[in-house]
Structures are given as C-alpha cells and as structure tokens.
C-alpha cells in the first residue's frame, strides 16, 4: 500500500474515522492496529521484525531505566543499541560486506559466496533510528523510560512515519500519543490540504521529471547538455519525491492531531552546504548530529591534549574527524553500497573543506568587493551550492562508480536534439515547483493569497484537485526513500 | 450590552458556516467544471494525435512485395524479441513485422485482413503470445487505422463517472505522451534520419533490440502482486481464434511463440503453466501451428538481469528483451524458426 495508491486512501479513511470514533484513552488501539495492518499489507512476515525489535527495545529500556550500577546500565544499553543495530546490518549490508570481503580475498582465494539476496523489511533504516535514539535519551536521562507497552509500539510503529520518516524523537512523538488530540476540523482541513500538495509533488513533478533523468542516467553516453540538465533536475526529482512523501506523512499525523516535524525547509535555496544540511531531511541530519557527530567530535577533543596538535586547533581536529565519520555513515544508511558512501564522503569533504576554508573565503570576498552587495553575494552563494550539491547526487543517482564517470565525461555544452520536449515540460514542471512553493513560503505577503475570498480559493483548490488528476503518472512509482 | 454581544456573536458564527457550506459548493461545483474541461481539451487533442499513420499507403508502398514471405505479429514483448534483420541473415528470409504494443489480437486479425489484400498471403507466420493476450485490448491508436472503435479498456468508449478525467486516467496519459512526442517530432530540425519503426518498414527491418538496461544496486522490499492468467477467450481471444482457423484453411504455417519474461515477471506470472496448455489446447487441431515455449529457465537464463530491459527491477509487470537478450534469444529462436520452416515446406509439399 503506497501512499499514492487509491488503497490507501481508502485505509486512511477507515483508519481516521476508527480513531476518531474512539474514546481518547484506548485511541491508541486503532493507531497501532492500522499501523500493524498498513506495515504488513508490504510482507506479513516484516512484521515480525518490527514487534521482536519494539519488545526487545522496550523491555531493555524498562530493565536499564531502573538499574543502578552504571555498568550494568552501560551493558544494557550495549544491548538495547546493539541488537537493532545487528538486525539493521543483517538485513541491509550483508550483501555489501560479503561483496567487500570478497574482494579484498580475491588475490588470495577464488572461493565465492555468491549473491545475498536478503530481503531488507521496508523501513528498518528508520524505526532503527527510532529506537536507537529512544534507547540513547533514556540512558542519558533525557526522557523516561515508557511504562506503556502500546504507546511505545505506537511511537515505532506509527503508519504515517515508518516507511521513511520523519525520524520522530520519543520526547517529542511519546507524550502526544498519550494526550490524543480532539476531534479538530482545521487541522485536518490542514492535513488534508498539506497531503494534496504532496502527492502533487510526488506525482506530477517528480514522477514526471522521473521520465526525463532516467532517459539520461540510463545511458549517458553523447546526451552533452541534457546530462547537466538531468543532474539538476534530478536534484529537484529526489526532493519532490521526498518532501512529497514528507508533506504527506505530516499532513496525515496532522489530520490525526499530532505535529510532527518538519522534514525540508527549500534546501535548493541554501547558500552553503552546511546550511543545505539544515534544511534537506532535517530529522536525519539533526539525528546525526545529536547521535553520531556531537559525541564523535567530543571523543576526538577529548583525546587531544592542549589546544592544539600538529599546529592544528583541537576544535578542528574535531570537527574534521567529526563530521567526516558522520556524512560517511550518513552516506551508508542511505544504501548499501559503496556509491552512498561516497556520496557520504563527498559531502563530508565539502564540509570540512567549507570550515577550513571559512575565514580565507571571508577575506577573498571583501578583497573582490563581494560583500558590499550582499544579494550578489547571496546569489553567487547560492548557484554554487547548488552545482556542489548537484554533483553529488550524480553520485547518489548512479548504478555504479562508472556509471558515474561516464556521466560526468560526457557532459557537454551542446544540446542534442532528442529529448527536448521532454526537457521543456520538465523544466516546466520545475517552475510550476518553485512558483508554487514562492507563494506558500511568501503567503503572508502575496497581495492575492491574502485578500482572496474563500469562495474563490475553492476554485482555485478545484484547479489544483483536476490538474493532480489529468497530470499525475499513474504508475504506482514507488518512493525514493522506501529504498532506504 | 451582553445579549447584544452574544447575539452578534453567534451571526457571524452563522455567517461564517454558511460562507464554509458554500465553498465547499463552489469547490465541488468547480472540480466537476474543471473535469470537464480538461477533459473535452484532452478529447479534442486527441485525433490529431493519433490519426497520423496511414496504414494502408505504407503497406502499398511497401517494395517487394511477394518477397515479404514471413509476417511477425505480437506485442511490444515480440517487438523487443523478434527481428526480420537477424531472420533475414540467418535464412535469407524477408519478413514484416507488425509487432507492436497497444496491438491485441483484434487489431492482428484486422492487419492480417489488409495484408492479404494489399500484400499478399504470407507463408509463414510468427505470432507472439503473451500471458496477459485474453486480457489485452487493442488501443484505440491503433484501431484508428481501420476506422473501427477500440472497446473501453483500448479507450475507444469513454467511461462515465463523476470525474471524467479520473475515471479516463490511462487514455489521459496516453493522449499527453503523444502530444509530447508529436511537438517533439515538429520541433526537431531534421538532421539525419528519425527513426520510426512503426512509420517506416526499413526502420523495422533494422531494429536490433533496445540498448537498456540499469541494474539496481539492492532489492526494493515488496511483495509481488500474483497474476493469474487470464483466461481464453477473454477481451479479444475470439480474433486469435478466428485468425488461427483463418490461417489453417489457408494453408499458413504458424509459429506461436512464448518470449522469454524477466524472472520477476514470471514468478508473478504463477499460471505459467496454465498459459502454455491453453495455447497447445488451442492449437491442437491445427496442423499448420507450433507452439514454442522460450520462458523456461532450463531453456533461457530468466534471471540475467542484462537479458532485459527491466532487468534488475524488483517490481515489473512486464518484461521485455534487450539487445543482449535478442542474441541470447537467437541462439535457440533461429534454428527452431529453420526446423519449422523445412517442417512446414515438407509439409506443403507432401
């Protein structure tokens, strides 16, 4: 059941008026049975995954949270972290490794193990985290340990965010699933009108863009400037297909009476990368930063006698070592190859390079007067971030390191001419994007968002509705980020 | 001074609901209107889309004629497969080949009627079924070229709804592909040969297989979505029917084959078997056919992703050869086509 099939909508229906239509306290029936049903409709059997992780999580915490010894607290949570861990490399890197050790046996040893087909169960990369990060915050004694087995399945669990997030923390998500909001028409007008513009997003831009980038990712050889062209527009394929499902996921936990996160804040507007990492799936890189970065970074300083080493600030040695390990990681979580890795470690290069470089730049621009017109400024800031990021997710999108290389040696400046139509609607596709998203970010300030009367912006959400219909791509495409 | 506010208070709390239950009006008002004109837009844009090929003159000018001794019919699946360039240099037999998708075997039994009128009766035909065959109808694209009404699925009669547009959903489609590719040919200067297979016979005649394939690095976790086959008579088997004792009568020998499906597909394929025997019940009576199975993983490696062009695609409801896989195909394909074209000259003969 996708999102973006007309089964689960009718799910949803019956799922809200079933949770509505209960008493506030056992609302939580409902919830985790929908989201029982919603996670085995992909394989029954991944649901066995999912409850043998939440109950091993569970009981775990309960037994750390009321420990004593430190030590037996740190074991606990050696386990709590552990399992699902092991759980998460079963499934999904098994096959990487067996590749990785295969290879560096191959000037030793012709035994092969052959292909791992394991079937990672959908979602495993995000409840992992989920659990993770509940597991972390009680140990540290941010947040208590859950005493109620049905909320904390929930939290795992809930339907609009195991698939592929946003990567909830329990301090936020717990205490809402115990105080169940009432029944309020605007927020789920709200929903309603956040999940519409998603499943816009997914369906008629990026699955739209979907047929032009992979035309050009598909063979590259001697597409010249439509392999520029692919890779921006695949920037902006991946973030509609992703915020989308974002948009809809909150939407939906909206029209329920939660307030989940939110997930992307126009990350192609970001003028550096490490503001692009604020604002591209900002549960997971805030997750990594609390998680991974921050104490990686502290662990480093740490060690680090004095101020400084090999004439270097320890601060920086932190941060290096730091970010590098975390976009390395990060790039693997993503999948499990070693492409995603790189692409991981790209980006963690641009970091480091971008704090090393930090105070040269600073000088270079008021040398060249950059800095006494700060819009230039702002927009020289921000194409060049966005061929930066572009870069990369070439990286990201390629089936291989070669498919990559020949992708970028190809490119050139002149246009074949197969293929433009499909490159002007794609371009058209992309302003109607950017347009729309202008208008929703400035709707305060847009004269005609303002003063409209309700009458007619019924007219316009009908347009909107028939437009989602006559364009979307009827094709079941699944999301992006299921993959991960 | 209290009442008073109390009472202004529930106005325009009335005031506010009944603006509500009228936008609500307008909006339902509105999607019907706008689903109607979109709708009627995307019916006007449709003929001049779709009536472009002129089916009849291209078979007139087809050079050769009575050496077109072999005619190819089938999907897009017999498309990707079978080509007259590789029949041709391995028998020295020309061949034409109408295989294409949207074409079901309504479309095939109405071709086959004008080829014998325009061409001539062919000696030999190679017919590709599919599994989905008695599910298929014939497009209403390609029903055109007959004057003739595809039947609903083809999107030659419209469903009805409260939203037109949704309830035309793949005929929508169908229309916005074709509009695109119509600018697309319109915007494209001329520069060297554009190729057409199904405008230009010489562009058939070349076609070797498409070049793709992209394989995915890690298994995307779904289920499959078993498909149990559809069984015969079905949308349009009746014209499959017709055809088979149209070409017995006349004496055409006939090679029904079974291209090979990416292993995915056929694990989702279940009635596999089920399919074949209805095609061998089909013919059982007809000694001019043979019926060929080349979807049997002792015969051909189903599993190699390069062999298709959805190879490596963890969902796929269909799958196609890719020009890897076309060799690979040829390698049993051509000497089987060799037996039974010396079978079948024995026969003709005797």
């Not at chain 1, 552990?82 to 050790?101: H, N, S, T």
């Not at chain 2, 298929?136 to 694209?141: A, D, H, M, N, P």
């Not at chain 2, 000497?335 to 010396?342: A, G, S, T």
Request: overall charge positive; hydrophobic content about 45%; charged content about 20%.
């Amino acid at each position: 059941m996708l999102f973006n099939s007309g089964a689960f909508w009718s799910f949803l229906a019956a799922a809200c008026c079933a949770y509505y239509l209960t008493p506030r306290r056992f609302r939580w029936v409902p919830l985790l049975a929908a989201s029982y049903y919603f996670y085995a409709s992909f394989r029954p059997s991944i649901l066995a995954v999912l409850v043998f992780l939440t109950g091993f999580v569970y009981l775990v915490t309960r037994v750390m949270q009321s420990a004593h010894s430190r030590t037996t607290r740190r074991l606990l949570l050696v386990a709590d972290v552990g399992v699902p861990l092991l759980a998460l490399v079963v499934f999904k890197y098994v096959g990487l490794i067996a590749e990785l050790l295969e290879y560096l046996g191959s000037p030793f040893t012709r035994a092969s193990v052959g292909p791992i087909n394991v079937l990672a169960p959908i979602g495993i990369s995000f409840y992992t985290f989920k659990l993770l990060s509940y597991a972390i915050d009680v140990y540290h004694h941010r947040i208590a340990a859950e005493r109620h087995p049905g909320y904390f399945a929930l939290y795992v669990s809930f339907f609009p965010q195991i698939l592929a997030g946003p990567i909830e923390r329990p301090g936020h998500l717990l205490p809402q699933l115990r105080q169940s909001a009432a029944f309020d028409l605007s927020a789920i007008w709200a929903g309603v009108k956040l999940a519409a513009w998603g499943l816009f997003k997914k369906m008629v831009v990026a699955d739209r863009l979907a047929y032009y980038v992979g035309e050009v990712f598909v063979s590259p050889e001697y597409k010249g400037f439509h392999l520029v062209l692919g890779a921006w527009f695949y920037y902006f394929q991946i973030y509609a297909d992703f915020s989308g499902y974002s948009d809809i996921s909150i939407g939906i936990s909206r029209a329920l009476g939660f307030s989940p996160p939110a997930n992307f804040d126009y990350p192609y507007l970001s003028r550096s990368v490490s503001q692009f990492w604020t604002r591209w799936h900002i549960t997971l890189s805030t997750w990594l930063r609390d998680y991974l970065f921050v104490p990686i970074t502290y662990a480093v300083m740490r060690r680090i006698d004095g101020d400084t080493w090999l004439g270097i600030r320890t601060e920086t040695w932190g941060y290096v070592v730091g970010m590098s390990a975390t976009m390395l990681l990060g790039g693997l979580w993503h999948g499990a190859a070693f492409t995603f890795a790189a692409w991981g470690a790209l980006h963690g290069a641009f970091l480091v390079c971008s704090y090393v470089t930090k105070k040269a730049r600073r000088l270079w621009c008021r040398a060249i007067g950059l800095s006494r017109v700060p819009r230039l400024h702002h927009a020289v800031s921000l194409v060049v971030t966005f061929q930066f990021v572009t870069l990369a997710w070439i990286l990201f999108r390629a089936t291989s390191f070669e498919n990559a290389w020949t992708y970028v040696r190809y490119m050139q400046i002149r246009l074949p001419a197969a293929g433009r139509v499909n490159l002007l609607f794609g371009a058209l596709v992309v302003l109607v994007l950017l347009a729309a998203e202008y208008v929703q970010r400035h709707a305060d300030e847009v004269w005609v968002v303002r003063r409209v009367p309700v009458e007619v912006k019924a007219v316009g959400y009908a347009l909107f509705a028939v437009m989602l219909i006559v364009f979307s791509v009827d094709t079941n495409n699944p999301f992006i980020y299921f993959r991960f | 001074m209290r009442t008073s506010s109390r009472a202004t208070g529930s106005a325009s709390a009335g005031t506010s609901r009944r603006r509500t239950a009228l936008a609500v009006l307008v909006f339902v008002l509105a999607v019907v209107a706008f689903d109607r004109i979109f709708f009627t837009a995307l019916q006007l844009a449709q003929p001049p889309v779709d009536r472009r090929s002129e089916l009849r003159k291209k078979l007139e000018g087809l050079p050769d004629k009575r050496q077109h001794r072999m005619l190819i019919l089938g999907t897009s699946r017999t498309f990707e497969a079978v080509h007259p360039a590789y029949i041709a240099r391995e028998l020295g037999i020309r061949s034409y080949k109408e295989a294409f998708q949207g074409k079901g075997p309504r479309y095939n039994y109405e071709f086959y009627q004008l080829y014998e009128r325009v061409v001539g009766r062919p000696k030999w035909v190679i017919y590709g079924v599919d599994y989905f065959l008695f599910e298929i109808t014939s497009e209403q694209w390609a029903m055109d070229r007959f004057n003739m009404r595809a039947d609903a699925r083809g999107g030659g009669q419209m469903r009805g709804g409260v939203l037109l547009t949704l309830a035309n959903k793949p005929t929508d489609d169908r229309t916005i592909v074709r509009a695109l590719e119509a600018l697309q040919e319109r915007m494209v200067v001329p520069s060297g040969h554009q190729f057409d297979a199904e405008k230009n016979p010489a562009d058939m005649d070349a076609y070797l297989g498409p070049d793709v394939y992209q394989p995915t690095r890690r298994e995307i976790p779904v289920t499959f979505d078993p498909k149990p086959f559809p069984p015969f008579p079905g949308a349009e088997g009746r014209y499959f029917a017709r055809l088979l004792e149209q070409w017995r009568a006349e004496g055409v020998g006939v090679m029904l084959i079974y291209t090979p499906d990416y292993v995915r597909v056929h694990e989702r394929n279940y009635e596999h078997g089920k399919a074949v025997a209805c095609f061998r019940r089909l013919i059982q009576n007809h000694p001019n056919c043979v019926f060929i199975d080349y979807c049997d993983p002792r015969k051909f490696p189903l599993y190699r992703a390069s062999f298709f062009e959805e190879g490596g695609r963890p969902i796929a409801v269909n799958s196609h050869l890719s020009k890897y896989g076309v060799v690979e195909f040829n390698r049993l394909f051509i000497p089987d086509l060799r037996r039974f074209i010396q079978g079948s000259e024995q026969r003709v003969d005797y």
